[in-house]
């Protein structure tokens, strides 16, 4: 193992391997997965988005818990816009995932919160995450901010001048 060692978050860390891949170990240094991982995200709410570089470069995404186990696994398929990828680590609950080049909210078990209708989301912060969508009849852009359930609770104006 080599000295590159993330964050301690939950009694877990992640500490790069000499194959320059991440595994987790616990408080006392004992190692809890060998470094497999090729993209992590810090523990949060009991769990990590992690992700592994497979054969022909597919890259399948993980929710893992603190024991290193497979929570929801989030594998590429046929149909690009299908597949869902996550684009950070968990805030409050709730992690922004992207399928079809839209984005969502997804809770610690993988399952949508939201629908996979953001062109941009902001992790939670505060109970509340930013967004920016189309909207489908005006065909203007919508802003605002939605709670953690998924429901749109601020819609932001723009400036008048």
Not at 2 to 31: C, T
Not at 60 to 65: A, G, L, S, V
Not at 80 to 88: H, P, S, V
Not at 97 to 124: C, E, H, Q, S, W
Request: proline letters at 4%.
């Amino acid at each position: 193992l080599s000295n590159q060692v993330s964050l301690l978050v939950d009694g877990r860390a992640f500490v790069q391997g000499s194959n320059g891949k991440w595994g987790i170990i616990d408080k006392e240094g004992n190692l809890i997965t060998e470094p497999v991982y090729n993209v992590i995200y810090p523990f949060n709410s009991g769990v990590a988005v992690v992700s592994m570089v497979g054969e022909r470069w597919t890259e399948t995404w993980y929710i893992i818990d603190t024991e290193g186990k497979v929570v929801k696994t989030f594998a590429p398929v046929a149909n690009t816009a299908e597949t869902i990828t996550l684009n950070g680590g968990f805030s409050e609950g709730v992690a922004i995932a992207t399928k079809g080049y839209k984005k969502g909210l997804i809770d610690t078990k993988g399952n949508p919160v939201t629908a996979f209708v953001y062109r941009l989301m902001r992790p939670a912060s505060g109970g509340m995450a930013y967004f920016e969508k189309m909207d489908d009849k005006t065909k203007k852009i919508v802003k605002g901010f939605l709670d953690t359930k998924g429901k749109e609770m601020i819609y932001l104006e723009d400036p008048m001048f």
